[in-house]
């Protein structure tokens, strides 16, 4: 029965495109080698009721499984098996048992760009309290001073939260290519000429300076320039040295700073810039929980940047922005290299064609999920309510697509830097990605994790505590020193909420991005029998789980806690009054 679930586990995804046909490629085949014993365990702890399943794999070398049956007791009744059947029918949802009723969190996380909208004490906490899990820093924008207010406020935040810690995410400029500052907005209309320089000039009616000096050299007569992610368009008619000459296709209204795009190239500039390197030595200086590297074109990039954190002693993840047309043959090799990616669709879709945009999102999710990895859909996902109270039908719809896809967290922009309605955006996601999540229950088919994890022990039981919280709808409950277990079980989906402990504040904080984790700080004590008491207990005593309910606790991963009693360990618990 065990083996036929771990196989189970790797079954392929009829839905899956070519890039998932791909990752299936790399499937693991062989089994993990481990010992299985199910056995019963009828020892009262305070505040915890009879450990009813637990699981245990010793170290071993390769055997054969051995499944020995549960007991009695612990097979539901056949009136309650009646019940739950009958309550899977009405419910339409084949997870959520009769077994215990956990409280509903929001398993899809929420980042947040922080900007002149919401740079203070007080917005912060609003953020906080509405749902925002990660704090986005672009440094495109701002300077260290105003960025190193935000970081201290996040943190001062977190100091007295318990379980809605923030994470920091740093967002390099990267060779982005921007026009420059105007002395107030400028209307561009259809038909006119327009100038971009690489002067350095303050822009006026018709010319505007570019941050990039080989502009002139990378463009060609008949190129098509977008401004603003597309939001205005304008063809290349001459160059000379120092400038180009456009036509206005598209016109609208121009401000400082605007993104621009030629549509099917990306600049020939490195990813990392010295601006950025500048950048990452300040994150790395504030201990920040992620880069978003801007333009990434192949994974030599993200090998390099992982050298230098490795070298200056630094535990930040990196996170791939796919944004640029020379990224999409790597795709793979990228992402492989890195700990997630981000699709920027705001760049992406100037790159490339628009309509390339959901079709690369829904790859780029399958692909990170497939192999293990966090991704994050970002930009224009309430565009509309930058200056608007309520979001646009479609724009709710991205949303749930973005949640039914299995993204790890969606992202705001504008709405949260420099938008009106800062709160309510948060709050939109907040609900739509909860009452999506809500349709989904059981639904969500468990991930092909790829050869990231082959023959990997934790795995296995990552899979397994998987398939146990979900037949008997309770949440997870696990213990990680690294994160690893945490994120790995993340991958597979559960139904129910992840409750992570983790006795490093660091961990805890880089935990808020990923999906259904809700990471809880606390001091392990030797004994682990101890600590599954006082996780329970607290988690009790704060409303997370009720009397009654079953939690499905974990012990495994890369740096087993409690290594002298067992590497790995999955049980079911049930939850009862001291
Ligand atoms: N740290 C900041 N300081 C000032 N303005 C900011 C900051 N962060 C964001 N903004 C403003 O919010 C807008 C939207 O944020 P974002 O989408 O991250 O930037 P962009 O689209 O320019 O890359 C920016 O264009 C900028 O006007
Ligand atoms: C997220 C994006 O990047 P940035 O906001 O840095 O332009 C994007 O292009 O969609």
Redesign the pocket.
Known sequence: MATEMIHGAFATNPSSGSLQRQAEKLRPTAGFGSKLLFQSEKKSHRGVGHVSLPIIAMRSTRVDPEVFPMTPEDVPKAEEQIQYLQTIQELGDTSVGTWSKPTVRRKTKIVCTIGPSTNTREMIWRLAEAGMNVARL?M?HGDHTSHQKVIDLVKEYNAQAKDNVIAIML?TKGP?VRSGDLPQPIMLTSGQEFTFTIQRVVGTADCVSVNYDDFVNDVEVGDMLLVDGGMMSLMVKSKTEDSVKCEVIDGGELKSRR?LNVRGKSATLASITEKDWDDIKFGVDNKVDFYAV?FVKDAAVVHELKDYLQNAGADIHVIV?I?SADSIPNLHSIITASDGA?V?????GAELPIEEVPILQEEIIRLCRSMGKAVIV??NMLESMIVHPTPTRAEVSDIAIAVREGADAVML?GETANGKYPLKAVKVMHTVSLRTEATMVGTQTLPNLGQAFKKHMSDMFAYHATMMSNTIGTSTVVFTRTGFMAILLSHYRPSGTIFAFTNEKRIQQRLALYQGICAIYLEFSDNAEETFVKALALLQKNGMVKEGEHVALVQSGRQPIWRSQSTHNIQVRKVCDK
Do not use: F, W
């Open positions: 672009n495109s967002d982005e993104h801007s922005k944004e981000m920027a669709r705001g760049d992406l970002a930009t922009s």
